[in-house]
T-cell receptor
Framework: EPEVTQTPSHQVTQMGQEVILRCVPISNHLYFYWYRQILGQKVEFLVSFYNNEISEKSEIFDDQFSVERPDGSNFTLKIRSTKLEDSAMYFC??????????????FGEGSRLTVL | AQSVTQLDSHVSVSEGTPVLLRCNYSSSYSPSLFWYVQHPNKGLQLLLKYTSAATLVKGINGFEAEFKKSETSFHLTKPSAHMSDAAEYFCVVSGLGGSEKLVFGKGTKLTVNP
């Protein structure tokens, strides 16, 4: 069964460092997303991406964050200068058609980011 | 704004007994509602979804949920729990019309005892 894969599964970094989280969405999917879950809190939407541009982003997704689809398979989330409060589990997701049409997202297992 | 409240952070049942995971939603219009499940060390998986068709929705692994507009509820049920049902369950509502985002509840951790 096709699945969304994320790397690394866990990354520890120092405050102020740049981090790149990588995702390989399901191959025929066109819509890509990042969500995050801070320990003990709700899963929160960060950004959606389609046709090589951001289609929607939350207030969390400030200038420190960026997303990119550098080739035909990877989808990355970059945090330029990490803060302690960026420590969270980051989930990548993809869907075949627009979310508001079907609502089915396929999620990866998550990348745990710990900022010291 | 859309929101969901999962009334129990932790539910414990015995194998073979019914499961009830409660969810209430708040929405300014007729919402789309979902239940996702996360097994340990796995990604979030869609269990079922309600998108304004039948109010009783059947999902995978014997789960179902009933949309009750009068009670603003979308509780998840299963007649008989299996050990493999132990996981975290998230009630989710879609964003306002045109939005791409999903709005998650805090999750309910289901424990199934032998």
């Amino acid at each position: 069964e096709p699945e969304v894969t994320q790397t690394p599964s866990h990354q520890v970094t120092q405050m102020g460092q740049e981090v790149i989280l990588r995702c390989v969405p399901i191959s025929n999917h066109l819509y890509f997303y990042w969500y995050r879950q801070i320990l003990g809190q709700k899963v929160e939407f960060l950004v959606s991406f389609y046709n090589n541009e951001i289609s929607e982003k939350s207030e969390i997704f400030d200038d420190q964050f960026s997303v990119e689809r550098p080739d035909g398979s990877n989808f990355t989330l970059k945090i330029r200068s990490t803060k302690l409060e960026d420590s969270a589990m980051y989930f990548c997701a993809s869907s075949e058609i627009r979310m508001r049409t079907t609502g089915e997202l396929f999620f990866g297992e998550g990348s745990r980011l710990t900022v010291l | 704004a859309q929101s969901v409240t999962q009334l129990d952070s932790h539910v414990s049942v015995s194998e073979g007994t019914p499961v009830l995971l409660r969810c209430n939603y708040s929405s300014s219009y007729s919402p789309s509602l979902f239940w996702y499940v996360q097994h340990p060390n796995k990604g979030l998986q869609l269990l079922l979804k309600y998108t304004s068709a039948a109010t009783l929705v059947k999902g995978i692994n014997g789960f179902e949920a009933e949309f009750k507009k009068s009670e603003t509820s979308f509780h998840l049920t299963k007649p008989s729990a299996h050990m493999s049902d132990a996981a975290e369950y998230f009630c989710v509502v879609s964003g306002l019309g045109g939005s791409e985002k999903l709005v998650f509840g805090k999750g309910t951790k289901l424990t199934v005892n032998p």
